[in-house]
């Protein structure tokens, strides 16, 4: 059973930063595409950063320049680096990637972690 669990979400100033953990756990072979929603208030979830097995990245416009994700292979964890933060950032963040098991692949996501920019 592979599992999805996010951590470092919380309550930060405008301008602040905070650096999001996404950590993949059970029979894992190997992650490939890993990616970073975010869900507002009232809003549908949406795409905010993705990472390639080899490494490639691709972010939504509203974050260039001022999110950076990154992916550990040997923790099969991935992070997303927020920077700049503004109050329009304040949403439920979940990761969600393409995971190969010794079933096959398949897509996970995890339950969220609350990111709020408030002052």
């Known amino acids: 059973q592979v599992q999805l669990v996010e951590s470092g979400g919380g309550l930060v100033q405008p301008g602040g930063s905070l650096r999001l953990s996404c950590g993949a756990s059970?029979?894992?072979?190997?992650?490939?595409?890993a990616n970073w929603y975010r869900q507002g208030p009232g809003k549908q979830r949406d795409l905010v950063a993705a990472?390639?097995?080899?490494?490639?990245?691709n972010y939504a416009d509203a974050v260039k320049g001022r999110f950076t994700i990154s992916r550990d292979g040997g923790k099969n964890t991935v992070y997303l680096q927020m920077n700049s933060l503004k109050p329009e950032d304040t949403a439920v963040y979940y990761c969600?990637?393409?995971?190969?098991?010794?079933?096959?692949?398949?897509?996970?996501w995890g339950r969220g972690t609350q990111v709020t920019v408030s002052s």
């Open positions: 969600n990637a393409l995971i190969f098991t010794g079933a096959g692949q398949n897509i996970y």
């Open positions: 059970g029979s894992i072979l190997s992650i490939n595409r």
């Open positions: 990472i390639t097995s080899g490494g490639s990245t």
